[in-house]
């Protein structure tokens, strides 16, 4: 029931179609740094690689998304899940603070990705 409960409250904070969206942690070093350890802990490495570079699944630090990767989208997708694919849905696992600092994390990835 917890379970339910939880995954219910998460997807009631999942960012609705046409609402402008803004990520509480953007440019948040912490919350990066806590994002990678929620990525870590919650198994994305699995599909997506230690360092969300890519391996069974997409890299995420990349800008070469078939999708715009906006905040909201990347939110949604770990809430939600990507239909027609593995990419399962996380929001009874993660809360929306919880998938935030992910998306930052994946952010701040990108962003070193692009200084180098």
């Known amino acids: 029931m917890a379970a339910l409960v939880s995954g219910a409250l998460a997807l009631a904070a999942t960012p609705a179609a046409g609402q402008a969206v803004k990520n509480p942690f953007d440019g948040d070093a912490a919350g ?49 899940g990507r239909k027609g694919t593995v990419m399962s849905p996380f929001a009874g696992q993660m809360t929306p603070d919880e998938i935030w600092k992910v998306v930052e994390y994946l952010r701040d990835k990108n962003r070193q990705r692009n200084a180098k």
């Open 32 to 80: 990066a740094a806590e994002g990678k350890q929620i990525y870590l802990k919650n198994g994305c490495y699995a599909c997506h690689g230690h360092e969300a570079e890519g391996a069974v699944g997409p890299d995420l630090t990349d800008d070469e998304w078939i999708f715009a990767p906006s905040d909201k989208m990347i939110f949604n997708t770990i809430a939600k």
